[in-house]
């Protein structure tokens, strides 16, 4: 049985399906590879001596061990690309970092103390239940030369943390960097979010890719008849 449509307009047709199957194919393929830019909400707080437990709160609040002092901050970015620094320096009070440390120079031996940063945070926006307040502990280890200085070690420390479902379900990594400090100074505690929100395709998107596969089967048989 012969095509009752010219060669031209099958050709044509057959062209309009394919682009349509392909645009439709990349549009899936970009929905899965990007991620959904998010903003993240939230204030640390911190303490020392091991087995502490900080208050959750966001108003300024410090805490002191001899002559060494932390300060708890608040935070609002978002990521772009996937990633967010929270890693502004000290400031009074503490913005958009992890809070900020203070060594005035005291003499005592700090070594073998320990540092315990809670962090908290609301979940993104979209997310159910919204707004819920996540919060993880991460424990760091105090070593000093006297009165010199101080190093905190949170070992490379990594929170993975979900959140949300079905279609506003999402993962994200909140990474804390050390912190070194001489006497006399102070230094912020900074840290990043690296995002793996993925972004879910429209329906329409995979309308348009079933239509275009559609169209090509139905040209491929009428090629055969």
């Given at each position: 049985?012969k095509?009752?449509?010219?060669?031209?307009a099958?050709?044509?047709?057959?062209?309009?399906?394919?682009?349509?199957?392909?645009?439709?194919l990349?549009?899936?393929?970009?929905?899965?590879?990007?991620?959904?830019?998010?903003?993240?909400?939230?204030?640390?707080?911190g303490?020392?001596?091991?087995?502490?437990?900080?208050?959750?709160?966001?108003?300024?609040?410090?805490?002191?061990?001899?002559?060494?002092s932390?300060?708890?901050s608040?935070?609002?970015v978002?990521?772009?690309?996937?990633?967010?620094?929270?890693?502004?320096?000290?400031?009074?009070?503490?913005?958009?970092?992890?809070?900020?440390?203070?060594?005035?120079?005291?003499?005592a031996s700090?070594?073998?103390?320990?540092?315990?940063?809670l962090?908290?945070?609301?979940?993104?926006?979209?997310?159910?239940?919204?707004?819920?307040?996540?919060?993880s502990?991460?424990?760091?280890?105090?070593?000093?030369?006297?009165?010199?200085?101080?190093?905190?070690?949170?070992?490379n420390?990594?929170?993975?943390?979900?959140?949300?479902?079905?279609?506003?379900?999402?993962?994200?990594d909140?990474?804390?960097n050390?912190?070194?400090?001489?006497?006399?100074?102070?230094?912020?505690?900074?840290?990043?979010?690296?995002?793996?929100?993925?972004?879910?395709?429209?329906?329409?998107?995979?309308?348009?890719?079933?239509?275009?596969?559609?169209?090509i089967?139905?040209?491929?048989?009428?090629?055969?008849?």
């Open positions: 049985m095509s009752l449509l010219p060669a031209k099958g050709t044509h047709l057959q062209r309009t399906a394919l682009a349509a199957a392909a645009g439709a990349l549009t899936l393929g970009s929905g899965a590879a990007n991620a959904v830019e998010t903003t993240f909400v939230g204030f640390t707080n303490c020392f001596v091991a087995g502490c437990t900080p208050t959750a709160t966001a108003s300024p609040t410090t805490t002191t061990l001899s002559g060494l932390f300060t708890n608040t935070f609002n978002t990521t772009s690309g996937n990633f967010a620094s929270v890693g502004n320096g000290p400031g009074t009070p503490n913005l958009n970092n992890l809070g900020s440390f203070t060594l005035n120079g005291t003499a700090y070594g073998g103390n320990a540092f315990d940063l962090v908290s945070f609301t979940a993104p926006p979209g997310t159910s239940p919204n707004p819920q307040l996540f919060t502990v991460v424990s760091g280890n105090v070593t000093s030369t006297d009165n010199g200085g101080i190093f905190v070690n949170f070992d420390s990594m929170r993975h943390f979900t959140f949300g479902s079905g279609e506003t379900a999402g993962s994200f909140f990474f804390i050390d912190v070194s400090l001489t006497a006399g100074r102070s230094v912020a505690l900074t840290g990043s979010i690296i995002s793996q929100v993925s972004a879910v395709p429209e329906p329409e998107t995979y309308a348009l890719f079933l239509a275009g596969l559609g169209a089967g139905f040209m491929a048989r009428r090629r055969k008849s």
